[in-house]
């Protein structure tokens, strides 16, 4: 398996404009993870998947934030409209369980100017 | 919340052992993690406590004490390519159930 693909591995766009990120979790992985890292605030669990099933969105920081995995096989990020302050870096990871070790993707840089 | 705490920096010399403190807030915790990660890539995981005591893995091991709310990593024989980010965090569960981490300790290896 070639591990969680996530794409764009980076991303510059103007605040106001749309950005949607992919993820490709690894097969057969039943839980996916979206984290935003910021030196601030280190890793934050934005939202998780379980079974293509939003579980827990509590850390999406508001309502121009959205998630979705439409199959077992990805999950996009979406935010509209994007202000500078979500300017950061996005990862997505998957595990086999709930409480196991998480594989993550290279991350997406997102900066927003 | 479940604050993990972990030292913003450190500095060792190549070759010494160095260990990162943790520390977790104890209610609803069910385990530990502990994740590297280079500057610019991906957190990569290193272990999982669950229960109190040491665990060795190769030069890397992991302690945990539940009742102290308190985990540390320990690094051997420091090489240059171990000068990364080191990650703590606490899985929660209950009404939490999720992984909480730390900020990460900036661990710089000089020669």
């Known amino acids: 398996d070639a591990g969680v693909i996530q794409s764009p591995r980076h991303e510059v766009t103007e605040m106001g404009q749309e950005v949607t990120l992919r993820c490709k979790p690894i097969s057969g992985h039943d839980y996916l993870f979206w984290y935003r890292q910021t030196m601030m605030r280190g890793l934050e669990l934005l939202i998780y998947f379980n079974n293509n099933v939003p579980i827990d969105d509590s850390g999406m920081p508001e309502d121009r934030f959205s998630a979705k995995m439409p199959n077992a096989s990805f999950s996009t990020l979406k935010i509209q409209p994007s202000e500078p302050r979500d300017s950061a870096v996005y990862f997505c990871a998957s595990s086999f369980v709930r409480e196991g070790e998480a594989f993550f993707g290279q991350g997406t840089r997102l900066t927003v100017v | 919340g479940q604050n993990i705490d972990q030292p913003t920096e450190m500095t060792a010399t190549e070759g010494a052992i160095v260990q990162i403190n943790c520390t977790y807030q104890t209610s609803g915790f069910n385990g530990l993690f502990w994740y590297q990660q280079h500057a610019g890539e991906a957190p990569t995981f290193l272990s999982y406590?669950?229960?109190?005591g040491l665990e060795e893995k190769g030069r890397f091991s992991s302690f945990l004490s539940r009742s102290k709310g308190y985990s540390y990593l320990l690094l051997k024989e420091l090489q240059m390519k171990d000068s990364a980010s080191y990650l703590c965090?606490?899985?929660?569960?209950?009404?939490?159930?999720?992984?909480?981490f730390g900020t990460g300790t900036l661990l710089a290896v000089q020669p």
């Open positions: 965090a606490g899985y929660y569960g209950g009404a939490t159930n999720k992984l909480i």
């Open positions: 406590n669950v229960l109190d």
